[in-house]
Every structure is written in structure tokens, then in C-alpha cells.
């Protein structure tokens, strides 16, 4: 079979290997879709701690079941299936406690595992052990139930940030993140939800699919300013900063209202993560700042039945298919900010 495999920092290969067969408690799956994301540029690039090549990538999965490891239950082959990505193990004190998206030790698809750019792949006995295998509901294609590993993303972090009816909502970059935050923000009742962004050409792009109720481009304006004109000098309820930018944190802070909350959605380089905190705006506004990490199992399962309700469509986000020998067209159009987003159908 086929897999794109990571073997160091610029080096992605399309090769041919042996077909897996799963162990007791593991099972193989047919990979339908694999959409693609920036982590997954920041790995071709740079690499990660994680990752020990070679490795096969990808983390945004959906296919159906081909073969049952010994001693699983409650699956066939020909299930449709999405597989979480961020592995909790389960069982330390932070699981115990309900914090699965912050489990000291886990482990990740793509990562500790083989991922999805590959023909077939192994769900390992953890995945399944923390309820990581998803049914995809009927009616939801396999790209689209690809999109619930970063729509659950996005889940935790509006619910850490609560957003909520009413709210004005500002959300700082418009790629397929910032995207899902804006349909997301408005299925939890949002008022009014803004869209701004760096790059005119990709704020366009995504303003034309979601339909802020204003799109500002941060390179023509202030920001900041701009999001008091459209608040009448109140600020936002909630800022979500979905772009890896230390600027963007530091505005948010001074476009928020009283008793804002704002998402530190995207995290910053592991080089330069420092930025300038004005710390009494936080004090007399009262304002709650937030980091979100990743997703647990349940948020995986409850953003397939927001997409499989049309409360977040998702499908009209999918601006390119491409096939696995493909792979690293997609890395770079998405690395150029050319999509929203962009799936691999091996």
C-alpha cells in the first residue's frame, strides 16, 4: 500500500509498504479522508519532539473498518469511522479529574503513531480504550467527518472562553480554524461574530464562505480600534486569537470588554512564546484569558453530531481534494494560506 511517511524536516515520502494487520484490541482501517492542517506544515518544516521518522503523518481522520483485531467488540468491518487524534491515556490524575485535553502523557496519531496519509491504517487499543472511535452518523460524508477533529478543537476552546448568547465575538485569523470558530460561535448564539485577518486574500476568501458580520483586514486598519467602532466603544465579549501571532494576543487584551474572556487559541513559536501583557487592563476590566489545547474524546463525538445537525456545515470548507501522491501540493498550498481547507483521499 501507499503511506506518505516523514523522514526529516523537508523530507516527505511517498512510499510502498507491507498492508498492517492489527494486534488484539486494534483495528485496521481503510483511510476515506485525511484533511490536512498547519500542524502538519509546522512538521515538514521543522519537525516535532514527537515524531521519531519515519513516521507516517496525518491526523485529521475518517475511513471505514476493514479488519478486527482479536477480542474487539462492538465493531464490523464496513463501519464508517472517524479516529481522535490527541490520545488521553485514561487513567492519570488530570483523566481522572475529567481534564483529558490536558493528560500529561498523551500521545497522538500522526505522532507516537502512524496517521492517516496512508491507504490503511491501525487504530491502536488506546484510541479505543478512551472512546476514541467514533461512528460517523448517516448522512455525513467521510471529508466532512475529517473536519470533526478540528471542529472539536474549537469546541474546547469556546467552551473554555464561554461563548455564549449575545456575545460579540472577534475572531483573529481566517483560516480553516477561524472559520469553524465563526460558525461554531454562532451555533452556540452569538450576536454578532467579526473576522479579521493579516492577509487581505485569504480573509476574502474565507468571508465569502462564512459570512462575518464584519471582516476586517488588520493590515489596512487598527484593529483594535476598529473593533471598538463596531462595539460602540464597548470591545468584544470574547476574542479568540486563531493565528500563532504574539501580536494578536497583546491586541486582544485591549479589544476585549468588561468582563471579556479571550482564547489563547493558537499558540505562539516555541522561540519567541513571550509577549507584553498591559496586566491592569486584565484587573479593572475584569477579564478571564484562556489557553485551549486540542480536544478530548467527547468533544471528537459531539462535533460529528454538530455537523451531522447542520448547527457547524463544514462541508463548503473543503476547497481541495487531493490524492495521497499529492501530499505535498497540499502541505504547501496550505502553508501559503491558498485554501481553507484541504483533504487527502488516499
Known amino acids: 500500500m501507499k503511506v506518505a511517511r516523514f523522514h526529516a ?3 516527505i515520502r511517498l512510499e510502498d509498504v507491507p498492508e498492517p494487520r492489527p494486534r488484539p484490541g486494534e483495528v485496521k482501517v481503510r483511510v476515506r479522508n485525511c484533511s490536512t492542517c498547519g500542524t502538519d506544515v509546522k512538521i515538514f518544516r521543522y519537525g516535532h519532539h514527537h515524531i521519531r521518522p519515519p ?3 496525518g491526523h485529521e481522520i475518517a475511513g471505514e473498518i476493514a479488519e478486527l483485531g482479536d477480542g474487539v467488540t462492538g465493531w464490523s468491518p464496513g463501519d464508517r469511522v472517524q479516529v481522535i487524534a490527541a490520545i488521553p491515556c485514561g487513567v492519570c490524575e488530570e483523566c481522572r479529574r475529567g481534564h483529558r485535553t490536558v493528560c500529561p502523557d498523551q500521545e497522538s496519531m500522526g505522532y507516537h503513531y502512524d496517521g492517516g496519509f496512508a491507504q490503511y ?3 491502536p487499543a488506546k484510541v479505543l480504550a478512551v472512546d476514541g472511535l467514533n461512528r460517523i452518523p448517516d448522512g455525513v460524508g467521510f471529508a466532512e467527518a475529517s473536519v470533526a477533529e478540528p471542529l472539536a478543537c474549537v469546541l474546547n476552546g469556546q467552551e473554555l ?14 483560516g480553516p ?16 461574530v467579526f473576522l479579521a485577518d493579516l492577509n487581505a486574500g485569504r480573509l476574502a476568501m474565507a468571508a465569502d464562505l462564512v459570512r462575518p458580520d464584519a471582516a476586517i483586514c488588520a493590515g489596512d486598519v487598527d484593529l483594535v480600534d476598529e473593533v471598538r467602532k463596531l462595539t460602540g466603544g464597548r470591545g468584544a465579549d470574547v476574542v479568540v486569537t486563531a493565528a500563532a501571532s ?3 494576543q497583546e491586541q486582544a487584551v485591549q479589544m476585549a470588554a468588561r468582563q471579556g474572556r479571550i482564547s489563547f487559541f493558537g499558540g505562539l513559536p516555541k522561540d519567541d512564546p513571550v509577549i507584553r501583557l498591559d496586566s491592569n487592563v486584565v484587573h479593572y476590566r475584569e477579564l478571564t484569558i ?17 455537523i451531522a445537525g447542520g448547527a457547524v456545515p463544514v462541508a463548503d470548507l473543503i476547497t481541495h481534494r487531493l490524492g495521497l501522491p499529492e501530499v505535498l501540493d497540499a502541505i504547501d498550498v496550505v502553508g501559503r494560506g491558498a485554501a481553507i481547507k484541504v483533504t487527502i483521499e488516499p
Open 246 to 248: 504574539g501580536a494578536a
Open 161 to 174: 472562553a464561554r461563548v455564549g448568547d449575545g456575545d460579540d465575538v472577534v475572531v483573529v485569523g481566517s
Open 290 to 306: 484562556v489557553g485551549a489545547n486540542g480536544s478530548s474524546p467527547a468533544h471528537n463525538a459531539r462535533a460529528l453530531g454538530l
Open 9 to 11: 524536516p523537508g523530507d
Open 55 to 57: 513516521r507516517v503523518m
Open 177 to 192: 480554524i477561524g472559520c469553524l470558530h465563526v460558525r461554531l460561535a454562532r451555533a452556540r448564539g452569538a450576536g454578532r
Open 121 to 123: 491504517m491501525i487504530v
